[in-house]
Structures are given as structure tokens and as C-alpha cells.
């Protein structure tokens, strides 16, 4: 019953979502509330983006939204005009961040700038504090909006992780130092999440009252 509910109101979509979800975020008043439908898109190398889309999809159901989650690399030809926002999320590497996202963002940049949008920016330069590491991301920021054409609605740099056992031995070689500069306390063999799910809940909810 509370299945055909939502979707009645929403689609199959929020059906597809509800069945990854307890029931318990999908209870009482809730179900008036499910009145904007929200695309996140993201792209990962090693997950922490799609854990961090995943969380996101999980708040902002909770918040009342109906939510399709899905990989930019898998989202051929979708219509954003089936939504009233989108959330894009994505890690920077080695400056950049992936081609999948940027392949999307230009084939959707009109309609992307004419919506209200958020762009998760996903990166270990956001673990800390380093000057010139924020003057990189704004400037990989920057690079990325000139090179597609978008214009964030908002975006917030997120803190992402050390996932050792995830890179190749050149990869490996280059994290390691880079992790034992930045984070001298890390062990350089185990994963390390530097992800602050409160101020990125925090962030998601000012961006929805927006
Ligand atoms: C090969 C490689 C290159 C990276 N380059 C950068 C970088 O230029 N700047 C940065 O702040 N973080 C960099 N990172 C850290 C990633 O952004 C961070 O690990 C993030 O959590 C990865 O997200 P993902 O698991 O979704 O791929 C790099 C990580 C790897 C493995």
C-alpha cells in the first residue's frame, strides 16, 4: 500500500528508489511531501562519490523528495525536463574531474543552466586546510565551467578518501606521498575516509531551502 502510494503520486522511479531504503524514511507526513522530483547524477573512480551520492539520495528522500540516482556514464539520453533540480557529484583526479561528468554536463548544459543545481565537487584538497590546495579546486573549478558551458547553481567541495587498496602501483606510489604529507597521522596501508556526512547534510538542506 505505501508502495502504490508514492507512486501514484511520482512514478516508477521513487519506486525504484524506496525498495534501497528503510520504510521507516518513507512514513507519515512524508508522503504529502513527495512533490519535487531531483536527478543525482554522479561519476567515481574508487566509490567515494557514489557512496557520497548515495547518502545525499538517502537525505533528501528522507526530506521528502522523489530522487533518481544514476551513474552520468549510464544516462544516454535522459530528459531533464522530468526534473525540478539536479544534484551532480564528482571527484577531482589529477585536476580534473572524470570525463563521464563533463561528457554529461555538455550534452545537458542548457537545461542544466536554466535549473537550479548543485555540484558536489569531491576531493582529498577539501580534507584540509591548505591555501593553495582551495586556490586549485576553485581553479579546477573554473576551468571545468569555461570548458562546458555550466554555471553551478551552487557547489560545495566535499571532502572524499584515501582508499590504498584501490589504486595501481602507480597510483599507490603517488597517494602514498601525498597522503603522508597532507595527513601525517594516516596509515598509509589502510583506507581513510575523510567525508563529514553532517556538514554535507547541513549543505545539501541550504541548498534545498534555496
Ligand atoms: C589518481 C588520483 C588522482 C587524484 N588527484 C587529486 C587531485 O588532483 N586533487 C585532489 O584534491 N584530490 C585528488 N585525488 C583524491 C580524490 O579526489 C579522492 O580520493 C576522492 O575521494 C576520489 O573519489 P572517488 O572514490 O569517487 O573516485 C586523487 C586521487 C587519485 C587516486
Redesign the pocket.
Known sequence: MLRSKILSRTGTVLDTFVKNIPLAKVSGAFLDEVDVKILIG???????????ARHVADHVVAAGHAVELLETSDADDIDLDRFVRVILA???????YPRALTDFVRDHVEQLNRMPTLFLS?????AGHDSE?WR??DR?LEDFSSATGWCPGRTEQI?????PH??DVF?GF??RR?IARKDPEAALNEDKE?TNWGALDQRVDFWLRS
Open positions: 554522479y561519476a567515481t573512480y574508487q566509490g567515494q562519490t557514489r557512496q557520497i564528482a571527484p577531482v583526479h589529477a585536476s580534473e569531491v576531493s582529498l584538497s577539501a590546495d586549485g579546486l579546477i571532502a572524499g578518501a584515501y582508499r584501490e589504486y597510483r603517488i597517494m601525498i575523510y
